[in-house]
């Protein structure tokens, strides 16, 4: 299914990080498709670094993958992320996606200045980044009580300690079994 794209936005967002553009103008002409799944975008590069929507029928040059799974990970800001998602095709405009993806910046405060002034846009700029605080610091409160209670209260997930316990206890008792079996060997043998 295919996902409308709205280039404007991005190219908005690509002329605030001039440095973006330079990344993608050596890469001008070329197509990448971006699989969401289960929709699909097709987006070319122009020869001033933006990007114009595509037919979904142009051959991509680079193709990549975002699962639900991968798509949460970006959303929580998992820098890990960028290793697991699949990319084929040219491994150049892959690179020069990547590090505009990883580092592109969207100065929402510069854009609300512009309609509601300068102090304005900062007072909602700071009220959305302590919003933004508040609600990973009351996520990792939640997660911290949750793994608390299902290791102390209502033991569904093993501690660090116990595990590696378990582990010794595992390697003891292979040792124990191997040394009988050796025993029975040199017993039958007699």
């Known amino acids: 299914m295919k996902l409308p794209v709205f280039p404007g936005p991005i190219n908005h967002v690509l002329r605030a990080n001039s440095?973006?553009?330079?990344?993608?103008?050596?890469?001008?002409?070329?197509?990448?498709?971006?699989?969401l799944v289960p929709f699909s975008s097709t987006l070319g590069i122009t020869d001033s670094g933006e990007v114009t929507a595509a037919t979904i029928e142009a051959a991509?040059?680079?193709?990549?993958?975002?699962?639900?799974?991968?798509?949460?990970?970006?959303?929580?800001?998992?820098?890990?992320?960028?290793?697991?998602?699949?990319?084929?095709?040219?491994?150049?405009?892959?690179?020069?996606?990547?590090?505009?993806?990883r580092n592109l910046r969207w100065d929402v405060e510069e854009d609300l200045s512009r309609v509601f002034g300068d102090i304005a846009a900062h007072r909602m700029a700071e009220s959305a980044r302590t919003l933004e605080r508040w609600g990973r610091q009351s996520a990792n409160n939640v997660a911290r009580s949750f793994t608390e209670?299902?290791?102390?209260?209502?033991?569904?997930?093993?501690?660090?300690?116990?595990?590696?316990?378990?582990?010794r206890d595992v390697d003891a008792l292979r040792d124990d079994v191997a040394r009988v079996e050796k025993r029975l060997e040199n017993l039958l043998a007699r």
């Open 19 to 35: 440095w973006a553009l330079e990344r993608l103008k050596p890469h001008a002409g070329k197509v990448m498709r971006l699989n």
């Open 149 to 167: 209670y299902w290791t102390e209260e209502q033991p569904l997930i093993a501690r660090a300690h116990e595990v590696a316990q378990f582990n």
């Open 60 to 101: 991509p040059d680079v193709t990549i993958t975002l699962t639900p799974g991968l798509m949460l990970r970006l959303a929580a800001r998992d820098t890990t992320v960028w290793n697991d998602i699949p990319i084929d095709g040219d491994a150049q405009l892959a690179a020069a996606l990547n590090a505009v993806a």
